[in-house]
């Protein structure tokens, strides 16, 4: 049996020591004065209380990443669904913005130039040729559109109109190469007409290599046509390559309208001028007004002409020209004279009333012819 007595007495002496330990772990304070057996029960429930945390914090974050955040992602969808949503309505809105500046621009150029009749029209197609150069509007013959009307927008000319239907027409663009227009260069006013050339550059011809033309110069509409009237613009010059085996330049022309991005445009239903040209044609007018200035200079001697009739009198009287001053006022009175011979005109109806005297003398008449004779019968 001695076993037993061996394990009790390491269990008493163990007991003894931790007793002790205990009794230290009391009895002595470390920083802050706190007993090392409070620092022994802290450490020693710490772990637990991390690992509680721990789960704790694993099923919130579980909580929140899946059950509550699948109705995060519903509003997500939802937001962004919206967001969509708003982006087509914002450009339909740009769009409408953009249309309505363009219908602006339309109208304040129709209601400047009212003088001339014009029809607005809405690009609703193209031909899907691409040899062929062609859109479709919304107006026709029942629109009084007629075939090669000229069509325009505020920038400059598009073409003209190809074929009419009753309520849509075709029109044949400048970049076609069976379109052209009469044009005329904006400084020399050198005339050739303008093709197209079935890419986005016009072509002038006919311009000699005598004649200078610089790049970005006007290019306008002549009117010898007979579609367009005058000075419209075409285009601007682009290139200019003078041509040795012919003698006239090679000229390329950007146009003044962009025919790739027609929405709207105006359909000329006259050949009427704009008032820009008749403005230039009053200026050009005024220009050459040196002739009523003349006129008034002419005015100005005027007053020497009333002068003139005094020296006109002052010839009269040569015979009196020993007496400058004296003879200028004689003959005036000399002049005065001449009224009164009117007044000697009514002189003689005086004669005339002493007439009228003796022809008081009838009534002897009466009496040579009494009624004694027509008794006498």
């Not at 637990?48 to 992602?73: E, K, Q």
């Amino acid at each position: 049996m001695p076993t037993p007595s061996r394990h009790r007495s390491l269990a008493l002496f163990a007991a003894a020591i931790a007793a002790q330990i205990l009794l230290l772990a009391l009895q002595i304070r470390r920083g802050q004065q706190v007993r090392l057996i409070r620092v022994w029960a802290i450490e020693s429930v710490s772990p637990l209380g991390r690992g509680a945390a721990w789960s704790v914090d694993g099923a919130r974050g579980l909580w929140n990443n899946y059950i509550a955040l699948r109705h995060l992602r519903e509003e997500d969808d939802q937001l962004r669904t919206e967001v969509g949503a708003l982006r087509i309505r914002n450009a339909e809105l740009e769009s409408r913005a953009a249309e309505a500046d363009r219908l602006a621009g339309l109208l304040g150029f129709r209601d400047s130039h009212t003088e001339v009749q014009m029809l607005a029209a809405r690009v609703i197609g193209a031909t899907p040729d691409p040899s062929s150069r062609m859109v479709l509007i919304d107006r026709g013959s029942r629109d009084n559109v007629r075939r090669d009307m000229g069509v325009i927008t505020p920038e400059g000319v598009v073409g003209k109109v190809f074929a009419v239907y009753p309520d849509s027409s075709q029109v044949l663009l400048l970049t076609d190469k069976e379109s052209g227009v009469g044009a005329l260069l904006g400084d020399s006013r050198a005339q050739g007409p303008v093709r197209g050339t079935g890419e986005p550059l016009l072509g002038l011809e006919y311009i000699s290599n005598e004649t200078k033309v610089e790049p970005g110069e006007k290019i306008l509409t002549s009117g010898q046509d007979r579609i367009f009237p005058k000075d419209l613009p075409v285009g601007t010059v682009a290139q200019v390559q003078p041509d040795r085996h012919s003698p006239f330049q090679k000229i390329s022309v950007k146009p003044a309208a962009r025919l790739d991005g027609l929405e709207e445009v105006l359909v000329l239903l006259t050949r009427q001028e704009f008032s820009s040209r008749k403005e230039s044609d009053k200026k050009d007018a005024d220009k050459s007004a040196p002739i009523p200035v003349a006129t008034a200079t002419s005015a100005k001697p005027a007053p020497p002409a009333a002068a003139k009739p005094v020296g006109s009198a002052t010839p009269a009287p040569p015979s009196a020209a020993p007496k400058p001053s004296a003879p200028v006022s004689a003959p005036k009175p000399a002049v005065t004279p001449a009224p009164p011979k009117p007044e000697v005109s009514p002189a003689p109806p005086k004669p005339a009333a002493s007439l009228k005297p003796p022809a008081a003398a009838p009534p002897p008449v009466p009496e040579t012819s009494p009624a004694p004779e027509t008794p006498n019968p």
